[in-house]
Every structure is written in structure tokens, then in C-alpha cells.
Nanobody, 118 residues
Framework: QVQLVESGGGLVQAGGSLRLSCAASGIDFSGYVMAWHRQAPGKQRELVAIITSGSVTNYADSVKGRSTISRDNAKNTVYLQMNSLKPEDTAAYYC????????????WGQGTQVTVSS
């Protein structure tokens, strides 16, 4: 059974930092593209950051320069370090794992809430 378990969310003041973690089990983690998405109330879910199996990264313009996605294949974990947080970063943050092909799949975590107060 595939599980993606996010942690690290919470309440933080504007300008603060958080580090989100997503621990994966039940998949060949190193072969998956991992990503973080977020969804604010009343808005569509959006991609925040993505990291390929080869650790190539890309970021949404809204977080570029303030966030870093990384992965530890030995721990089956992907991280999102977020700095200089803004109230508009408030959202539920979701981890996603994706791999094409017959042995692949597409999976979501349950989410972790990030709230940034002004």
C-alpha cells in the first residue's frame, strides 16, 4: 500500500520559515518525480515545486527564491524548505509522487496546513 505522509506544517508569522517533509512508503521512491502542491480556500490546487528522479528542480514563480525542494532517497523523503513566508502562502500543502509506465503510479498525500499570520 502506497502512503505519502506530510508533516511540518503549522502557524508561523510572516517572514518566518517552515520545513515540510513527506515520507513515502510502498513505492520505489528514487524512481519517482516528487512535487509539492498547495490549495488555499476557494482556490484551485497549484504546483509549488517539483524535483525529478535526477534531482532537477523547478518552482512556481510565487515561491521562487524563497523555497527549496530536496529529496533524500535513502530516507524515502522529500522536503520543502520555505523561507520569508507571506500570508498568501497560507494553504494546505500536498505531496505528490508520479512515475510513468506500467510500474508507475500517481499518488497524493493527505496534506499539511500552513498558516502565515501577518
Amino acid at each position: 500500500q502506497v502512503q505519502l505522509v506530510e508533516s511540518g506544517g503549522g502557524l508561523v508569522q510572516a517572514g518566518g520559515s517552515l520545513r515540510l517533509s513527506c515520507a513515502a512508503s510502498g513505492i520505489d521512491f528514487s524512481g519517482y518525480v516528487m512535487a509539492w502542491h498547495r490549495q488555499a480556500p476557494g482556490k484551485q490546487r497549484e504546483l509549488v515545486a517539483i524535483i525529478t528522479s535526477g534531482s532537477v528542480t523547478n518552482y512556481a514563480d510565487s515561491v521562487k527564491g524563497r523555497s527549496t525542494i530536496s529529496r533524500d532517497n535513502a530516507k524515502n523523503t522529500v522536503y520543502l524548505q520555505m523561507n520569508s513566508l507571506k500570508p498568501e502562502d497560507t494553504a494546505a500543502y500536498y505531496c505528490r509522487a508520479a512515475r510513468a509506465g506500467p510500474n508507475g503510479g500517481y499518488y497524493w498525500g493527505q496534506g499539511t496546513q500552513v498558516t502565515v499570520s501577518s
